[in-house]
Nanobody, 127 residues
Framework: QVQLVESGGGLVQAGGSLRLSCAAS????????MGWFRQAPGKEREFVAA???????LYADTLKGRFTISRDNAKNTVYLQMNSLKPEDTAVYYC?????????????????????WGKGTLVTVSS
């Protein structure tokens, strides 16, 4: 059974950092494009970052330099390091996976074409 479980969310003050984890089971992430997405209250879900199965990374333009995506294939886990957090980063953060998807694909395809999603972890940034 394919499963993605996010963790690491919580309440943090503006300027702080958090590291999110996405633990995968039921498949091997080494041949999957893995992405992070987020949905803020009252807004549509948006792309945050992705790492392809060839290990190249792509970020939303507005997040470059603050967020870093990484993967540990041995642990079957993907991470999102978030630094210099702002109140507008408050959202539910989701992990997603699509077989052999390049990072660019993860960034632009309709979300309903990405087959595997976690349930999300809430990040709240206070001002």
């Amino acid at each position: 059974q394919v499963q993605l479980v996010e963790s690491g969310g919580g309440l943090v003050q503006a300027g702080g950092s958090l590291r999110l984890s996405c633990a995968a089971s039921g498949f091997t992430i080494s041949v999957y494009g893995m992405g992070w997405f987020r949905q803020a209250p009252g807004k549509e879900r948006e792309f945050v970052a992705a790492t392809s199965w060839t290990d190249s990374a792509l970020y939303a333009d507005t997040l470059k330099g603050r967020f870093t995506i990484s993967r540990d294939n041995a642990k079957n886990t993907v991470y999102l390091q978030m630094n210099s957090l702002k109140p507008e980063d408050t959202a539910v953060y989701y992990c997603a996976a699509k077989l052999r998807a390049p990072s660019q694909t993860m960034a632009v395809i309709p979300h309903n074409t990405i087959p595997h999603w976690g349930k999300g972890t809430l990040v709240t940034v206070s001002s």
